[in-house]
């Protein structure tokens, strides 16, 4: 699987961004996406993740309600919308495929593969 990240930019804090990943490769109807986020000096974690049909996703707390993940599986896409941005949400954001479920969406294990990062940068 090659996935593709994109949208990433410098947006004032309050604003919104739409990060897409496109995926090549693969039957991208039968792998789970995920969104991470790694910040400067932090570790990478999982932010928001789907299963293959778009059914409830998985939030991390500390983007529900400002974050939302769809797909696209006719197009390979899985985008995150971000709204409400704060600075703390500056980071490198990554997209990544699993195929099994297994623990759950809240799982950050068993992804893998990577998309290459976007960097998105959030002022005050």
């Known amino acids: 699987v090659q996935l593709q990240a994109s949208g990433g930019g410098l947006v004032q804090a309050g604003g919104s961004l739409r990060l897409s990943c496109v995926a090549s490769?693969?039957?991208?109807?039968?792998?789970?996406m995920g969104w991470f986020r790694q910040a400067s000096g932090k570790e990478r974690e999982l932010i928001a993740a789907?299963?293959?049909?778009?059914?409830?996703?998985y939030y991390v707390d500390s983007v529900k309600g400002r974050f939302r993940i769809s797909r696209d599986n006719a197009k390979n896409m899985v985008y995150l919308q971000m709204n409400s941005l704060k600075p703390e949400d500056t980071a490198v954001y990554y997209c990544a495929a699993r195929r099994g479920l297994g623990r759950g969406l809240s799982y950050p294990g068993e992804y893998e593969s990577w998309g290459q990062g976007t960097q998105v940068t959030v002022s005050s």
């Open positions: 490769g693969c039957t991208f109807s039968t792998y789970i």
């Open positions: 789907i299963t293959w049909s778009g059914g409830t996703p």
